[in-house]
Every structure is written in structure tokens, then in C-alpha cells.
């Protein structure tokens, strides 16, 4: 099955820094890898998404980047806010194959 | 759409009971998903259905858990008996276009199992 891999577990940055947070995947039949975002106690909800057909993606201060070859990807967030401050998770999978979640990154944001 | 919706929102049993909890998704949405999220395990996919019919329930952990869903409006996670192990957080999530889209997360369940 799948396996993913997200690294940093934890990372502080100052307010106005960028943060990347970065997974790995292990089936190279995964083609759908969403990002999700989860404040405390809350929901996890979409934040940004990428299919296997496309390199990069960008909204606003949120990119997403992919390498298939290296079945890698990544988060960047740039012009951090303290609202951003939350628990990121990765995932990795497809029309036929459920989605693997990373373990998932402690964001903080340091005013 | 007031979204996914989810009961209870908190529930503490006692070790040995049965536990139900419910979800209804989004109206319109043909797919749903229980997920289970802890510290160790993180996020875990449990079962999903699509138009009311279980498709993958490899993520179940042991016959103590089932899922039905009787028709599109409605499904529940049962666990009998209960262990102080099951207690985690319980999230259904639903959509229209299955595993590689967006899923809409209800605000989940935080269950104790004391």
C-alpha cells in the first residue's frame, strides 16, 4: 500500500517568514495529493490540491510542488500570519486508491 | 448546506459498552468516509461508501467496528464492545467525486472509552 512521509513534525517561524513542509509517497500510481489544514479542535480542511499532470500549483500564498520522479512534494506558505499557526496534513492517492495521510506538521507562527 | 454533520460531538462510555455514532454528509454528496484520527496513528481511513454501498473497509480495525449507511442521508459507526484503545477522534467526511477530490469533514467526534 501506500506510505507516506511528512517532515518537519514541528516548525516555528517568525511572523512574515515563509514555511515548507515536505512529503514523500511510495505508490507511483498516486496521482491526487492534497494538503489539508487542521486548527485546534477543528476540522481538517482542503487548503490547496495537486494532480500528478501538473508541476506546481499556486494560491495566494500557499504553493504546491511536485515531483513525480522523486515522489516528493510540498507545501510552501509564504508571508506567514499567526493565523496560520495550525497542524498541516499531507496525502497521497487517487481515483482508485484511498487516500494516505502524512503524520502531519505542528506550523507555528511567532508574532 | 450546513455541511457534514456529526453527533455527538463528545461521548465517554465506559469500557464494554456499545457506541454509536452518526453522520449525516453533505445533501447531493454520493460518497462518505469515517476516518479515525489519533497522536499515534494520525489520520486513519476506516470505510467508505459510495451511493449507500461499502466499497473499501480495509481500514476497519477488528470486528468490534461497522458501518452501514441505509440510505444517502444518513450513516453511523458502531463499535461493541468498546476499549479503552478506540478512543480517539471520529470524523466523517463526504463528497461527489470520490477518493481523488476534495472531502468535507464534519466537525468529528471525540470519543473516550473509559
Known amino acids: 500500500g501506500e506510505n507516506v512521509e511528512q517532515h518537519p513534525s514541528t516548525l516555528s517561524v517568525q511572523e512574515g517568514d515563509s514555511a515548507v513542509i515536505k512529503c514523500t509517497y511510495s505508490?507511483?500510481?498516486?496521482?491526487?495529493f492534497p494538503w489539508y489544514k487542521q486548527e485546534l479542535g477543528k476540522r481538517p480542511q482542503l487548503i490547496i490540491d495537486i494532480r500528478s499532470n501538473v508541476g506546481e500549483k499556486k494560491d495566494q500564498r500557499i504553493a504546491v510542488t511536485l515531483n513525480k520522479t522523486a515522489k516528493h512534494f510540498s507545501l510552501h506558505i509564504t508571508e506567514t500570519q499567526p493565523e496560520d499557526s495550525a497542524v498541516y496534513f499531507c496525502?497521497?492517492?487517487?481515483?482508485?486508491?484511498?487516500?494516505?495521510f502524512g503524520s502531519g506538521t505542528q506550523l507555528t507562527v511567532l508574532p | 448546506d450546513a455541511g457534514v454533520i456529526q453527533s455527538p460531538r463528545h461521548e465517554v462510555t465506559e469500557m464494554g459498552q456499545e457506541v454509536t455514532l452518526r453522520c449525516k454528509p453533505i445533501s447531493g454528496h454520493d460518497y462518505l468516509f469515517w476516518y479515525r484520527q489519533t497522536m499515534m496513528r494520525g489520520l486513519e481511513l476506516l470505510i467508505y461508501f459510495n451511493n449507500n454501498v461499502p466499497i473499501d473497509d480495509s481500514g476497519m480495525p477488528e470486528d468490534r467496528f461497522s458501518a452501514k449507511m441505509p440510505n444517502a442521508s444518513f450513516s453511523t459507526l458502531k463499535i461493541q464492545p468498546s476499549e479503552p484503545r478506540d478512543s480517539a477522534v471520529y470524523f466523517c467526511a463526504s463528497n461527489l467525486r470520490g477518493l481523488n477530490t476534495e472531502a468535507f469533514f464534519g466537525q468529528g467526534t471525540r470519543l473516550t472509552v473509559v
Open positions: 505508490d507511483s500510481a498516486s496521482n491526487y
Open positions: 496525502a497521497a492517492g487517487g481515483s482508485a486508491r484511498q487516500l494516505t
